[in-house]
């Protein structure tokens, strides 16, 4: 078996192995060039996006001025029983705390405000297209779950296969001389639209 051969065969089934990948990563990117016409759309139906499911004391403990708050975030999880979602905590002041507990199903907004000991939780309705953008946004390493682990990882090699594709689309295209003309068009192309889009955004 040559190497032509071998990187036709590498192609196509890379090509179907990233099949679904490169549909969810481009059918996800829609949401977020167009989240005015999806908001717009949710206004229409008139239903609110967040519902209050929580409000009361709570003690969260001592807040660092400086370092880490996921074990913040992981006490909350935890006496809240949503061990199983990923989580973040966002200092949105002095004053208060934001913990973000997420699935690509559903999402819970947690406000700490910390002079009052007071705790607020929000479920967010499931909407599609924040779905999309989930899985588009989702990262993983720092979560310290298996699953997350094991999807940023599968993302990292889906990122690797990206790059074979093209690398082995590039060398199919160079073993056949008839097409290097338009071949370069192609390239050229898509390198100088590139660069506009860098030089004036």
């Not at 609110?48 to 880490?68: A, H, M, R, V």
């Not at 999880?77 to 973000?100: A, C, T, W």
């Amino acid at each position: 078996m040559t190497f032509p051969h071998i990187n036709r065969r590498t192609h196509l089934y890379l090509g179907l192995f990233l099949l679904p990948w490169v549909i969810m990563y481009g059918v996800s990117s829609i949401p977020f060039a167009h989240n005015q016409y999806f908001e717009e759309r949710d206004k229409a139906k008139n239903l609110p996006l967040w519902t209050k499911t929580f409000e009361g004391s709570y003690d969260l403990g001592p807040i660092p001025e400086s370092g880490p708050l996921r074990p913040l975030g992981e006490k909350v999880v935890r006496e809240f029983h949503m061990e199983d979602s990923s989580y973040g905590v966002y200092r949105q002041s002095p004053k208060q705390l934001n913990i973000y507990v997420h699935t690509f199903w559903k999402s819970t907004q947690f406000k700490y405000f910390v002079e009052e000991k007071r705790m607020t939780a929000e479920d967010r309705r499931f909407r599609f297209d924040h779905f999309l953008t989930g899985m588009h946004a989702r990262d993983g390493f720092e979560d310290g779950r298996f699953f997350p682990i094991l999807w940023a990882i599968v993302v990292d090699l889906v990122c690797a296969g990206f790059l074979a594709w093209v690398l082995s689309g590039l060398y199919m295209w160079w073993s056949l001389p008839a097409l290097r003309r338009w071949g370069w068009v192609a390239v050229l192309s898509g390198l100088v639209s590139f660069a506009l889009f860098l030089w004036r955004l």
